[in-house]
């Protein structure tokens, strides 16, 4: 059973008169110090007042004295006092038990205990006719509902799963791409590529509308050299293609490279006879 997180001690404590006659006794505060931390001992076992290291074993004066970190003397005085005064009582078996438990125990925190395993016993029972029936909706109402929810919530959880699969594929796809084509090493992994790419797949592009942008840019910025001396190539990277300008490197028409003249080109351009040169 599940421990009591508090017990009751009153004001009026220190006016019971058993307590009145410890205070009396040689070692007064210590004994006192060992009943308050029986009652707090008996409230984290939960037990109606018993205090036992197992349901099994119950604690010997040595252990007490381990566990209250008290001289063994004092122990055995303060447990043969507490049976005098009728504050605590010995079983057959060795068990210790509080007596008039009730005094100190706190009501209201373990009927919410003894609620709550309730209820955890509870759905643990219908969990298993779940298992066992699960397309019995003869049961209960109830539990064919609850049935129907856990289906759903594990049906959304799978496609919620799959779908961030297909992204990271999609990721991984137009990276591998871009790679490809620009002879680069962008990773797959990096946050700031997946957000621009996610973005743009969030507003209805495909995969193959990345190819198509990065196929025309490659087209026009590879090898390009600006007459400011500015590498065009430098922009083929995710954050330039795939950000707000998408939409119109996607739309725009693929430039042709220029081809290069030949040599007998230009001399013919300019009127020179190369069998003269």
Same mark, same amino acid.
């Given at each position: 059973?599940?421990?009591?997180?508090w017990?009751?001690?009153?004001?009026?404590?220190?006016e019971?008169?058993k307590?009145?006659?410890?205070e009396s006794?040689?070692?007064?505060?210590m004994i006192?110090?060992? $009943?308050?931390? *029986? *009652?707090? *001992?008996a409230g984290?076992?939960?037990? +109606?007042?018993?205090?036992f290291?197992?349901?099994?074993?119950?604690?010997? @004066?040595?252990?007490?004295? !381990?566990?209250?970190?008290?001289? /063994?003397? !004092?122990?055995? %005085?303060?447990?043969?006092?507490?049976? +005098?005064?009728?504050?605590?009582?010995f079983?057959?078996n060795?068990?210790?038990?509080i007596a008039? $438990?009730?005094? #100190?125990?706190?009501?209201?925190?373990l009927?919410?205990?003894?609620?709550?395993?309730?209820?955890?016993?509870?759905r643990?029972?219908?969990?298993?006719?779940?298992?066992?029936?699960?397309? @019995?909706?003869?049961?209960?109402?109830t539990?064919c509902?609850?049935?129907?929810?856990?289906?759903?919530?594990k049906?959304? /959880?799978?496609?919620d799963?799959?779908?961030?699969?297909?992204?990271?594929?999609?990721? #991984?796809? =137009?990276?591998?791409? %871009?790679?490809?084509k620009?002879?680069?090493?962008?990773?797959?992994t990096?946050?700031?590529?997946?957000? #621009?790419?996610?973005?743009?797949?969030?507003?209805?592009? !495909? %995969?193959? @509308?990345?190819?198509?942008?990065?196929?025309?840019k =490659?087209?026009? $910025?590879?090898?390009?050299i !600006?007459r400011?001396?500015q590498?065009?190539e430098?922009?083929?990277?995710?954050q330039? /293609?795939?950000?707000?300008?998408?939409?119109?490197? /996607?739309?725009q028409?693929?430039?042709?490279?220029?081809?290069?003249k030949?040599?007998?080109?230009?001399?013919?351009?300019?009127?020179?006879?190369?069998?003269?040169?």
């Amino acid at each position: 059973m599940s421990e009591i997180k508090w017990i009751k001690i009153t004001t009026g404590m220190f006016e019971d008169e058993k307590i009145k006659m410890i205070e009396s006794m040689p070692e007064a505060d210590m004994i006192l110090v060992i $009943w308050v931390k *029986l *009652l707090t *001992l008996a409230g984290r076992k939960n037990m +109606n007042g018993y205090i036992f290291l197992t349901e099994n074993i119950p604690y010997t @004066d040595e252990m007490l004295s !381990t566990l209250f970190n008290r001289p /063994l003397n !004092t122990i055995r %005085l303060a447990l043969e006092t507490f049976k +005098n005064f009728s504050m605590i009582e010995f079983g057959d078996n060795g068990f210790i038990k509080i007596a008039n $438990w009730e005094k #100190h125990q706190n009501v209201g925190a373990l009927e919410k205990i003894r609620e709550n395993n309730r209820l955890r016993v509870q759905r643990f029972r219908e969990n298993q006719k779940q298992i066992s029936a699960p397309n @019995d909706c003869n049961v209960t109402e109830t539990l064919c509902n609850d049935t129907d929810k856990n289906r759903e919530e594990k049906n959304r /959880l799978e496609r919620d799963k799959n779908r961030e699969e297909k992204k990271k594929e999609n990721i #991984h796809a =137009v990276i591998q791409y %871009l790679n490809t084509k620009t002879e680069k090493s962008f990773k797959a992994t990096t946050k700031a590529h997946h957000k #621009h790419i996610n973005a743009r797949f969030k507003e209805g592009y !495909t %995969l193959d @509308d990345f190819k198509k942008v990065i196929d025309n840019k =490659v087209t026009e $910025w590879k090898g390009r050299i !600006t007459r400011d001396g500015q590498n065009m190539e430098n922009y083929l990277r995710p954050q330039t /293609l795939f950000g707000t300008k998408f939409e119109s490197y /996607l739309n725009q028409k693929p430039k042709t490279p220029k081809k290069l003249k030949t040599i007998n080109e230009y001399a013919k351009e300019f009127d020179f006879d190369m069998n003269e040169v």
